[in-house]
């Protein structure tokens, strides 16, 4: 499958435009003025000559759509005049705010491209052992004037024509969005335009970055965040482990928190911290529960993975760790500092969004932003992060180097195998991993047949990581490299060293019960907390 993940494009330039014209406005416009937003598409598409479709007014009509939904809003009636502006106020209503769906498809701006199937192209020579025609179950080849020719109506789309020719002559041909799509959630409306099935969406947010069209957005928080600064309410950031490099540099975490600060936020928090506390709970359910009550245990961090395997394996859903994520273990801690404040989570990942919907979730993150949206936000005011001379502190310093790898494949499960060998090293837990929806399923459909009996599954859905989330910056090699270097300036090994973690004891709260540590881990974030000491040599406390 072709993925265009990490590749700079025109899309990607008008994508980040849209969210820096927005973030700026935000900033300076009057309250209830919203004139503006209809001024946008014109900055951002000039003039009177199309540069990528075949007018410059669809192409203003996509910007103008895209802007809506930047802006929360949903997408425009095509069927009598409206203005961009046209129910702003309702933007500002966090109980309105993500009315369904979250990923929408602007229908004029979709190519229409052809579904699923198999063509004969012109590179084929009408060879005489027509394998594909001896190959195919159906007898749906035959050959016109000497060239191989598939009956659409009797293809089974096997594929086994395309993988016998030795020309290479047979091509598949299939909708990039529905091909990315790891639910199998995208079909054809009575236009054949790419339409969604909501009820099977998990917003992993993969057919954002591979519509070669621009054709499907997600909705954005960017404004209510600005507002709620601007308002001059408490609002603090949790940045996902994903963070570093994506707006260049190598981690500056400091400078990081430096440049938050000047986009009015109160402070910045890394929610590697909540990692270290996630995989210190999913390690204790491990212990407990694996294999004597559960015949195996999913990691419970990426929602897009976790939703779909409840969904598709409903008999199994107990299997899925029942663990708080990161983001909302972080949000909880913040929070117990911070009653008052706005708590905005910020990541690489779309899904993160529809978690947040929760109610169990909405008490405790207030906004989702995406890093290619705050990058708007920089943008808006001129920051450049890594020039800052004079970065801050905060007041959850450190997490572990396990913590900091959750943003990559195969990091989570390694930060819970850590943690349960610290207390138990005579423990083997058995591991595997899958990377994609496709992957994950198939995954679940092994340890279901009792493949992976007695294993930790490790299920993500962006390939690569979080790294590779639709709302990225930065290459994924590139990213994953980082990562791994960043994790080497971590002042802790595992999770069991968090020096936070008995703050939260009471914090971690499921189905009405409150979890404790075992007395393992509850000695060694003693430990942690009394004697720790940063990658400085000073002592943590």
């Given at each position: ?12 330039a008008?994508?980040?435009r ?11 416009v ?6 503006w937003?209809?001024?946008i ?17 669809l192409?203003r ?8 939904l ?5 997408l425009s ?20 705010y ?6 929408n498809?602007?229908?004029f ?8 199937s ?6 084929c020579?009408g060879?005489l052992a027509h ?15 000497h ?5 659409q109506?009797?293809?089974?789309k ?10 290479t002559?047979?091509?598949?041909r299939?909708?990039?969005c529905?091909?990315a799509?790891g639910?199998h959630?995208?079909?054809s ?5 790419a339409?969604?099935?909501?009820d099977?969406c ?8 591979n519509?070669p069209?621009?054709?499907i957005?997600?909705?954005s928080q960017?404004?209510?965040v ?5 308002s001059?309410?408490?609002?603090i950031?949790c ?6 490099g994506q ?6 975490v ?12 109160s402070?910045?928090t890394e ?13 204790e359910?491990f212990?407990e ?16 993975w ?9 008999e199994?859903?107990?299997?899925i760790?029942?663990?708080l994520t990161?983001?909302?273990l972080?949000a909880r ?7 008052e ?5 910020v990541g690489?990942?779309?899904?993160k ?18 890093f290619?949206e ?11 992060y890594?020039?800052?001379t004079?970065?801050?502190g ?10 900091r790898?959750?943003?990559v494949a ?7 195998v850590n943690?349960?060998?610290?207390t138990?090293?005579e423990r083997?837990v ?19 047949k ?12 962006c390939p ?5 989330g639709p709302g990225?910056?930065l290459?994924?090699?590139k ?14 090994k595992?999770?069991?060293e968090?020096?936070y ?15 404790e540590l ?15 000491e ?8």
């Open positions: 499958m072709a993925d265009m993940r990490g590749i700079y494009t025109n899309l990607t008008i994508r980040r849209v969210f820096a014209e927005v973030a700026r406005l935000a900033y300076t009057e309250p209830g003025n919203y004139g937003i209809d001024e598409p014109y900055e951002i598409i000039p003039g009177d000559v199309a540069t990528y479709r075949e007018s410059v007014f192409e009509a996509i910007v103008s759509e895209r802007v809506r930047a802006m929360g809003l949903p009636p095509v069927d009598r005049p409206s203005r961009i502006s046209d129910g702003i106020a309702e933007a500002l209503k966090p109980e309105t993500y009315e369904p769906p979250l990923v498809i602007i229908k701006a979709c190519n229409a491209c052809a579904e699923h198999y063509k004969v192209s012109n590179q020579q060879c394998p594909c025609r001896e190959i195919c179950p159906t007898g749906a080849i035959t050959f016109v004037e060239k191989a020719h598939i009956d109506e009797k293809c089974i096997c594929g086994r024509c395309k993988d016998v020719c030795p020309y002559a047979i091509i598949h299939e909708r990039p529905a091909e799509c639910m959630c995208i079909g409306d009575d236009q054949g335009r339409d969604i099935d909501y099977r998990v917003s992993c947010g993969q057919c954002l970055v519509c069209f621009g054709a957005s997600d909705k960017l404004f209510q600005i507002a709620a600064i601007r001059g309410a408490e609002v950031a940045v996902a482990p994903a963070f570093v707006y260049g540099g190598r981690g500056e400091g400078k990081l928190r430096a440049a938050f600060k000047m986009l009015g936020f402070g910045m929610v590697a911290i909540g990692a270290d506390l996630c995989a210190l709970q999913e390690s359910d212990l529960e694996v294999p004597d009550e559960l015949p195996f245990m999913g990691t419970s961090c990426c929602p897009a976790s939703s779909m395997a409840k969904m598709d394996f409903p199994y859903a107990n299997c760790s029942m663990a990161p983001m909302t972080t801690l913040v929070r117990e500092r911070h009653p404040a706005k708590i905005v989570f690489p990942c779309s899904a969004k529809l978690e947040a919907m929760r109610t169990s979730v909405r008490s405790e993150v207030d906004f989702v932003l995406t290619e705050v990058a708007g936000m920089f943008e808006a005011k001129g920051i450049e890594t020039q800052i004079e970065p801050m905060d007041d959850f310093e450190d997490a572990s180097s396990d913590a790898g959750f943003a195969g990091g989570v499960a390694s930060a819970v943690a349960v060998k610290r138990h090293p083997e058995p591991v595997v991993g899958a990377e994609g929806l496709d992957a994950c399923r198939n995954m679940m459909k092994q340890a279901v009792g493949a992976y009996h007695g294993y930790l599954l490790e299920g993500m859905a690569g990581g979080c790294v590779a990225t910056l290459g994924i090699r990213a994953q490299g980082m990562i791994k270097a960043y994790q080497r300036r971590s002042p802790f595992d999770a069991t968090n020096p973690r008995a703050e939260i004891d009471h914090l971690i709260k499921e189905n009405g019960k409150y979890t075992s007395p393992e881990f509850a000695e060694l974030a003693d430990v942690a907390h009394d004697g720790a940063s990658a400085d040599g000073s002592a943590i406390v």
